[in-house]
């Protein structure tokens, strides 16, 4: 039986205690306004600024602690989310996690991968085959989705050497560069999943109490992540020059232009939400703007 977790004032979210996901999870939540007490264990620490308190766990205990009510919230990958949560519905057992929010970073993909020597043909190719992997579920639903029967064989870690030992045919891993593949003489044929970091939390509603201090995170985690990659930028510019500017700034939030006293002159500010790079700045110079000054964004409340 699920434990009845006693009731909580404080918001708990579990993030990795190391590894690839650890620090951008911190980083990502320190700059929604968030900062911690260290513990002497590193395992808990306590939040200082709100009552929002972390737990430093593997990864893959994340959807489990969110399940069972230890934990409200965890950034972790869409990978382990998706895998485990696949397997609950493959064990009639319901859902009891989900995917608040994609955070756009840990970027990486669930592939197939073969001996270098293979001439892929398509997913028929892998009958009867044995396939290593540490994602038993999303392979084998990926399998049946493709209609062929093929032997699912269960590694923890170092699944790309299988191959070579003996122990399996193929493998399906995860994957970014794709050179860890390759070191082990494998190539990847077919994706899929394609995975990030996540937020992620639990399908059924949190109490009053730490539910208005999800809805405050989100509200954060959405500026934050809104603008990462914004740029606001100023310059000036003498007004007869604004209508050839204005179409160098395509993905700028409608500028204020403002009028600078007692000349012919604005003052321009554009919040950009695509990448303002040297080039732009020399095009908009060439255009007529001046004095161009590129501010990061840190945070938006809408
Ligand atoms: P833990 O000790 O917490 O169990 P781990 O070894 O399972 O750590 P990491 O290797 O740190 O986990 O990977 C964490 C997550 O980072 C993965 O689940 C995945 O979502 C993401 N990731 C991004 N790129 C890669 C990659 N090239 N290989 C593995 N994971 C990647
Ligand atoms: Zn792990």
């Not at 980083?27 to 911690?36: H, I, K, M, P, Q």
């Not at 949560?85 to 991968?113: K, M, T, V, Y």
């Not at 109490?209 to 003498?238: I, N, T, W």
Request: charged letters at 20%; one cysteine or more; aromatic letters at 4%.
């Amino acid at each position: 039986m699920t434990p009845v977790p006693p009731a909580r004032d404080r918001l708990r979210i579990a993030i990795q205690k190391s590894g690839r996901l650890a620090d951008p999870a911190r980083a990502l939540l320190a700059s929604c306004g968030l900062s911690w007490r260290e513990s002497r264990d590193r395992l808990f620490c306590y939040g200082e600024t709100l009552p929002v308190d972390l737990l430093l766990v593997r990864d893959d205990d994340i959807p489990g602690l969110i399940a069972d009510g230890v934990c409200d919230l965890g950034v972790v990958g869409r990978n382990v989310l998706a895998e485990q949560g696949a397997d609950r519905a493959a064990n009639d057992r319901p859902a009891a996690f989900r995917e608040w929010r994609s955070l756009g970073f840990g970027s990486c993909r669930l592939a197939l991968a073969v001996p270098e020597g293979w001439a892929w043909q398509g997913p028929a190719q892998l009958a009867g085959m044995r396939i290593a992997t540490s994602y038993p579920a999303l392979l084998s639903r990926w399998l049946a989705e493709q209609g062929v029967a093929a032997e699912v064989v269960l590694l923890s870690g170092s699944v790309e050497i299988a191959p070579r030992l003996g122990q399996a045919d193929a493998v399906c891993d995860i994957v970014s560069s794709g050179a860890t593949l390759a070191a082990n003489q494998l190539k990847p044929v077919a994706t899929m999943f394609e995975s990030e970091a996540v937020l992620a939390g639990p399908v059924a509603e949190l109490d009053a109490v730490r539910g208005e201090l999800a809805a405050l995170l989100l509200r954060r985690l959405d500026g934050v992540l809104r603008m990462r990659h914004s740029k606001l930028l100023l310059f000036q510019a003498p007004r007869a020059v604004l209508p050839s500017l204005l179409p160098l700034l395509p993905d700028a939030e409608a500028p204020t232009v403002m009028q600078v006293d007692g000349a012919d002159e604005l003052a321009l500010q554009a919040l950009c939400h695509g990448a303002v790079t040297w080039q732009r700045l020399e095009e908009l110079k060439r255009a007529g703007a001046r004095g161009l000054m590129v501010l990061p964004v840190e945070g938006m409340l809408a």
